[in-house]
């Protein structure tokens, strides 16, 4: 969460040049990665973890995966995704 803080406030700028730097990748593709990857803060994580159709959940992408997976065969049954998404961490830090 602080790392995620630190990156989008007013610090991007001094976060793309440490991130292209460990990750040796020019500052202008970190920059294009940081654009178009989404990373939810803390509400955001929280939504997540919640069964719906929302692209955003875990629930909703996990289906699309398991389908997808199952109709190419690679999987015999579908996955039980309470089983995988474990919201405990996410519930405690919002707790706190």
Known sequence: MEANQ????????????????????PEKE?????DVLYQPDLKGQLKGMQDSNDLKSL????R????FYFKKGQLSEFI???????PQFINKLNNH
């Open 59 to 62: 629930y909703r992408s996990g």
């Open 64 to 67: 699309i995966i398991v389908d």
């Open 30 to 34: 970190m920059r294009y990665a940081l």
């Open 80 to 86: 039980n995704l309470d089983s995988i998404i474990d």
């Open 6 to 25: 630190f990156v989008y406030s007013e610090n991007m700028d001094e976060a793309i040049k440490i991130m292209a730097k460990v990750e040796k990748m």
